[in-house]
């Protein structure tokens, strides 16, 4: 299975890629042979992926990369680049190939000291692989310091790298940055290519598969979740009954407070996860010493430091990514809401709560329900300058109430 099956509704996109690797070909071959290298390529050293969420940034630029590093016997009798199945696909797709290092943020920032044996690397000689690929999924939380490196690195790049750099806009990238990347642009996929999808490669039943794509409004990796995991649409339907809640200020401040909560235990469930194996893993990799009640080598105390400032940024950030999706939610509620107040013909997301949708709708009018949204984006942003999230959604909650 082609690497590319996995881009929903990015066809244009597919194409370009393509092209571009099929030319990266031709600038490996000329380098081996002492050639020239083709006069127009297609293949550039930096590459900006923006597009809203859910319209599979990092996806695309993953299987870019993996096309990059196909090894297929194919290519050589002009097939596809990125066929999914030699040694260069499976790796790169599966995050093991030495040549593609990938960038994600811990917290709310990717830190100047994650990024300098990135930056060092991307100066060095593909090991084994075709290209020495640098995949960013998080492009816009480079601080100033981390973003400054990555130019350095995008100015003056080595032969044989090429940078892939993921974030919602272009905007969000420095512009000392983005002027040094080709720009490609991602459409949110439509609700019947994701249903689709999810048909085709998760197996699911076809109306399951239409309401969780339509319910999420074309964001893959969340359709995909709520089609499949039971928790998820509980927390869905909890996260869709607040405005049905916020009818007096002890309501408001308890639905905020349950949300905040939920939120948390998210974060707390993948910290159980994760963060034991992880720390297991470094203290033997470290040679905490058997039999002697797990004692650490000296010298070691400020790496499982690190690490546990690393897992204390992640389990913020996962709290934080759960109530973006809550929000998200709430906003998709009174989008909807909005909608049957204009006597829309722009089909309802979340069809299955009509009745609370109607019910909402003839209580207010169309600017109300406006400014509701305006209160939902508003807390998004606060959560963003790292207000308390408490305070934030409390504040939200109220502004729900007063309309």
Known sequence: MPVWDDLVGQERVRAQLTAAARDADALVTAAAEGTEPPAASKMTHAWLFTGPPGSGRATVARAFAAALQCTSPDRALGGEPGCGFCDGCHTTMVGTHADVSTVVAVGSQILVDAMRDTVRKSYTSPATG???VIL????????????NAVLKAVEEPAPRTVWLLCSPSVEDVLPTIRSRCRHLNLSTPSVAAVADVLVRRDGIEPPVALAAARATQGHVDRARRLATDEGARERRATVLKLPLRVADVGACLKAAQELVDAAAEDAKQVAEEVDTKETEELRAALGAAAGT????????AGVMKELEDNQKRRRTRTQRNSLDVALSDLTGFYRDVLALQLGSNLAIANEDIRQDLERVARASGPERTLRRIEAIIACGEALDRNVAPLLAVEAMTMALRAG
């Open 130 to 132: 075709r290209w020495q």
């Open 136 to 147: 960013v999924e998080d492009a816009e939380r480079l601080n100033e310091k981390s973003a």
């Open 293 to 300: 009640g797990g004692r650490m080598p000296r010298g070691t």
